[in-house]
């Protein structure tokens, strides 16, 4: 149990370390606008340094220069868009048998039409150690030892590409616009954190397999990245300053891009097109490799965020397809109050809540008891179902 008397007493010492870490952002905004301003005419040269240089941090790759802004275009009507998003009960190690569930969600709009949209979520049961076969030779081990969270992630955000791309298909209309809208970062991250390179390399190319699909149907896709700490254009700036050469004074590490960019993008704008340099995209296919903007969304009473947008390269090199995913990014922020509307209702239509978790082992117990099999739950999970105080 939370003591908010105590709690309430800490909060001196949390408002003043807040005041003093906001005027330091403060310093370091106003030096990171003027090295911005100052490296856009010479962006060239500064990205033939980003080749030669080892700063040993990650910094956009450059594709024209860092100050350049886009206005938006109107969104075209009529236009399907089209989200997927997921969620996860993991493999319970206080519960036998082991198995985990995957929900995912398909949703699909037509605008500028009377059709009716596409809203479901479809459960995936996973409950055979056959499920892991394709990333594990050897399944002596227990289960859980084999579907940690991070696999168990992973086969999630795989799942939902797939979904995306299926119902991308499912509902596309000849001649009409259409995008593809997922949730989160395209580039597999979270990944690095299994310390397993052979596992990774399956988990990537099961990804990037689906990656190509969206390329092989010219399906635009797009990633919609609320609130981002990345820091790779600020990091850059960090290159452009000699921060690589000799550790400043005062240094601008720390600082989001985000915040960056609330400075400089006007309500609507988007920045220009940066490219990952992540490690991680060597895994990808060229024209698959993602690259990014940032944009400054707005919505009905709510103030305006700078969102990151990710994109594979094909769809930068596609005439019109910026403008298309720019126009519709802008359009489902202002219907969803500053968040994209259909990325919060996939999000609705897949999300597993707690009551829904415990009726899940429920379901899984009486089936098993049903038909005279065992089911066996830890003295500990037991104890937290019912507490005796």
């Not at 319970?92 to 198995?99: A, F, K, L, T």
Request: proline share 5%.
């Amino acid at each position: 149990m939370l003591d908010l008397n105590r709690l309430h007493a800490q909060f001196a010492g949390f408002n003043a370390y807040q005041s003093d870490e906001q005027r330091q952002r403060a310093d370091k905004l106003r030096r990171a606008l003027e090295a911005l301003i100052a490296c856009g005419p010479e962006w060239e040269a500064l990205l033939e340094e980003q080749k030669r240089a080892k700063p040993g941090w990650l910094s956009a790759g450059l594709l024209e220069s860092p100050t350049t802004c886009y206005a938006p275009i109107d969104r075209p009507s009529p236009l399907t868009v089209v989200a997927a998003d997921g969620s996860q009960i993991y493999p319970d190690r206080h519960v036998e048998p082991h198995c985990y569930l995957l929900n995912v969600s398909r949703i699909a709009f037509q605008y500028g039409t009377a059709e009716r949209p596409l809203m479901e979520a479809v459960p995936h049961f996973h409950y055979r150690r056959e499920d892991l076969e394709t990333f594990y030779e050897d399944l002596n081990e227990d289960l859980t030892a084999k579907a940690t969270t991070e696999v168990v992630s992973a086969l999630r955000d795989a799942l939902e590409l797939k979904h995306l791309f299926e119902t991308a298909q499912a509902t596309r209309i000849d001649g009409r616009p259409l995008v593809a809208m997922a949730d989160g970062t395209l580039i597999r991250w979270m990944l690095r954190k299994m310390q397993n390179h052979a596992l990774e390399q399956i988990l990537i190319r099961q990804y990037t397999e689906t990656l190509t699909q969206f390329y092989d149907a010219q399906v635009p896709l797009c990633s919609y990245i609320s609130m981002p700490g990345n820091t790779e254009v600020v990091n850059l700036l960090r290159l452009y300053l000699g921060e690589h050469k000799e550790p400043p004074v005062h240094s601008l590490e720390g600082l989001a891009d985000r915040w960056l960019f609330e400075q400089v993008l006007e309500p609507g704008e988007r920045s220009a097109i940066f490219e990952s340099s992540s490690h991680i995209q060597r895994e990808y296919d060229a024209r698959d490799r993602i690259c990014y903007f940032y944009v400054r969304t707005t919505g009905r009473g709510v103030m305006s965020e700078v969102g990151r947008v990710e994109v594979p390269a094909w769809v930068v090199e596609a005439p019109g397809l910026l403008d298309l995913i720019h126009a519709t990014i802008l359009s489902e922020c202002e219907k969803g109050d500053g968040y994209p509307m259909i990325l919060s209702e996939a999000h609705e239509q897949a999300v597993i809540r707690a009551r829904e978790r415990e009726l899940f082992y429920e379901l899984v117990e009486r089936n098993m008891m049903t038909s005279g099999l065992g089911f066996t739950a830890s003295n500990k999970s037991a104890s937290k179902r019912k507490p005796l105080v």
